[in-house]
């Protein structure tokens, strides 16, 4: 039978490689009948309230810089040309938040206990401009470790967000 010592060792290697193994949870929604074939361009509106569930965060400067930048790499690679919002085809807004959230862990171990963690999520709207159609929505969430400026792992989460959004002229 393993003693006291090798289960706090087990349950602590499995909750670091949980952590690190858990990639962002991606959800996003194109409504019924919207095509993508008249748009080519985009722009970036700017921030919205926070995703539902959530309370607002305001990304820090260098971190929403990192976001947009990993935004604009994702779409631009996907065929999209970036203009201003007042000839953009189709407009985009952010909007971030954060929550605690209870999780229960242990289960290989035998010893189940509830951890707290800080959750983020960043939500996204894209809208006709010209008639303020919802075209598609996109939410991505993921546990927020230290340090809390990991940039690659942001720009992770939107690119991962991001490979969903359809691709200009398509249908």
Same mark, same amino acid.
Request: with cysteine; glycine share 10%.
């Given at each position: 039978m393993p003693s006291? #010592?090798?289960?706090?060792?087990a349950m602590t290697?499995?909750?670091?490689?949980?952590?690190?193994?858990?990639? /962002?949870?991606?959800?996003?929604?194109? /409504?019924?009948?919207?095509?993508? #074939?008249?748009?080519?361009?985009?722009?970036?509106?700017?921030?919205q309230g926070p995703p539902e569930g959530?309370?607002?965060a305001t990304l820090p400067p260098?971190?929403?810089?990192?976001?947009?930048?990993? #935004?604009?790499?994702?779409?631009?690679?996907?065929g999209w040309k970036e203009t201003s919002v007042e000839e953009a085809d189709v407009v985009v807004y952010a909007g971030t938040g954060?929550?605690?959230?209870?999780?229960?862990?242990?289960g290989y171990t035998g010893v189940n206990f509830e951890v707290m963690v800080e959750k983020g999520a960043i939500v996204l709207d894209a809208f006709d401009r010209e008639t303020g159609e919802l075209l598609w929505q996109g939410q991505v969430e993921g546990t927020i470790k =230290? =340090?809390?400026?990991?940039? =690659?792992a942001l720009r992770q989460?939107?690119? #991962?967000?991001?490979?969903r959004f359809p691709a200009p002229g398509s249908k």
């Open positions: 006291n #010592a090798s289960r706090m060792v290697v499995l909750f670091a490689l949980w952590l690190t193994g858990c990639g /962002p949870k991606v959800k996003t929604n194109t /409504p019924a009948g919207v095509s993508f #074939a008249s748009y080519a361009t985009i722009a970036y509106g700017g921030r959530f309370e607002r260098k971190a929403m810089a990192q976001a947009l930048a990993a #935004a604009r790499d994702t779409l631009t690679a996907g954060r929550r605690l959230q209870g999780e229960r862990s242990g =230290p =340090p809390i400026d990991d940039f =690659p989460a939107v690119a #991962a967000l991001l490979e």
